[in-house]
Nanobody
Framework: QVQLVESGGGLVQAGGSLRLSCAAS????????MGWFRQAPGKEREFVAV????????YYDDSARGRFTISRDDAKNTVHLQMNSLKPEDTGVYYC?????????????????WGQGTQVTVSS
């Protein structure tokens, strides 16, 4: 059974930092692209960042570039999202997702597995 379990969310003041983690089990972590998405209340889910296995390379949405860093630890089947200089507009539920095709895509439709999400709230 494939499981992606996010952790690390919480309440933080604007300008603060959080580090999200996503632990994967039940699948071969190598060969996967791992992405982070978020969904704010009343809005559609949106892409945040992705890291591929091959190369690897990381790609960010413009809203995250320069403030967020995605990384992966293949030995621990874990992907992280370090979020600095947080803004109230970063508030939402953050989901990690796995793409068996290692495409490094910002399009959520290509992802095969999703976690349950972790809440991030940034107060002003």
């Amino acid at each position: 059974q494939v499981q992606l379990v996010e952790s690390g969310g919480g309440l933080v003041q604007a300008g603060g930092s959080l580090r999200l983690s996503c632990a994967a089990s039940g699948l071969t972590f190598s060969g996967l692209a791992m992405g982070w998405f978020r969904q704010a209340p009343g809005k559609e889910r949106e892409f945040v960042a992705v890291i591929t296995w091959s190369d690897p390379y990381a790609y960010y949405d413009d809203s995250a570039r320069g403030r967020f860093t995605i990384s992966r630890d293949d030995a621990k089947n874990t992907v992280h999202l370090q979020m600095n200089s947080l803004k109230p507009e970063d508030t939402g539920v953050y989901y990690c997702a796995a793409d068996l095709g290692d495409r490094g895509s910002p399009w959520d439709k290509v992802y095969d597995y999703w976690g349950q999400g972790t809440q991030v709230t940034v107060s002003s």
